[in-house]
C-alpha cells in the first residue's frame, strides 16, 4: 500500500527558531499534498494545500508568512514553521494524494513543542 | 457549506460490548464517506469508507452505511476489544479535495 512519512516526528524547539517538517511519499508519486494542524483533543484543520511546482494554497486564517510551505517534487513538501512561538505547539500531519490511486494517505504526524 | 458531526465523547464502554458512534454531515453534492482512526501518538489510518448511497463500508469488524436519506455515515462495532481504543474521526471529501472532519470521538475499552 501507499506510505507517507514525516520527519522528524517529535521536536522540541525554543521561541524564535524555525522548524522544518519533511512529508514524504515513499513509494507513490503525489501531485497534491495537505497540511493539517491538530490540537489537543480536536479535529484536524487544514492549514493549506500545496501543488508540485507552485505556490500552496493556504486556508483563510493561517499566515503564510509563519507556515512556508514547498512541494519541490513529487515525492517532497516540506513545512517551515518559522520564528515558532509556543502558541505553534501542535501536532501536524500531511497528507498526500496519488495520481495513481485518486486517494490520500496521511502521514503518522510530527508533534511540535515550542519552549 | 459541507461539514460532519459527529457525537462528542468521550465514550467508555466494556470489552465486547456494541458500539455505535454518530456521525451526520451536511454536503452540497454527493461526496465519499470515512472514518478514521487514530491510536495515541499517531497520525490517522484508514479504517473504512463508502463513496456512494447506500454503500457499506466495513473492516477489521467495523461497519458503516453511507445513508442518502439521513445524512449518516454512523460506526458500529459488535463486539469491541481493548485494542480498539483509539480517536475515530469521521470525514466527507470530495474526488480528489480536502477533507472535511468531524470533531473525533474518543473510545476506551475497559477489560
Known amino acids: 500500500g501507499a506510505v507517507v512519512s514525516q520527519h522528524p516526528s517529535r521536536v522540541i524547539c525554543k521561541s524564535g527558531t524555525s522548524v522544518k517538517i519533511e512529508c514524504r511519499s515513499l513509494d507513490f508519486q503525489a501531485t497534491t499534498m495537505f497540511w493539517y494542524r491538530q490540537f489537543p483533543k480536536q479535529s484536524l484543520m487544514l492549514m493549506a494545500t500545496s501543488n508540485e511546482g507552485s505556490k500552496a494554497t493556504y486556508e483563510q486564517g493561517v499566515e503564510k508568512d509563519k507556515f512556508l510551505i514547498n512541494h519541490a517534487s513529487l515525492t517532497l513538501s516540506t513545512l517551515t514553521v518559522t520564528s515558532a512561538h509556543p502558541e505553534d505547539s501542535s501536532f501536524y500531519i500531511c497528507s498526500a494524494l496519488g495520481t495513481s490511486y485518486n486517494e490520500q494517505f496521511f502521514g503518522p504526524g510530527t508533534r511540535l513543542t515550542v519552549l | 457549506g459541507d461539514s460532519v458531526t459527529q457525537m462528542e465523547g468521550p465514550v467508555t464502554l466494556s470489552e465486547e460490548a456494541f458500539l455505535t458512534i454518530n456521525c451526520t454531515y451536511t454536503?452540497?453534492?454527493?461526496?465519499?464517506l470515512f472514518w478514521y482512526v487514530q491510536y495515541p501518538g499517531e497520525g490517522l489510518q484508514l479504517l473504512l469508507k463508502a463513496t456512494k448511497a447506500d454503500d457499506k463500508g466495513s473492516n477489521k469488524g467495523f461497519e458503516a452505511t453511507y445513508r442518502k436519506e439521513t445524512t449518516s455515515f454512523h460506526l458500529e462495532k459488535g463486539s469491541v476489544q481493548v485494542s480498539d481504543s483509539a480517536v475515530y474521526f469521521c470525514a466527507l471529501r470530495y474526488s480528489g479535495n480536502q477533507f472535511y472532519f468531524g470533531t473525533g470521538t474518543s473510545l476506551t475499552v475497559i477489560p
Open positions: 454536503a452540497t453534492g454527493y461526496p465519499s
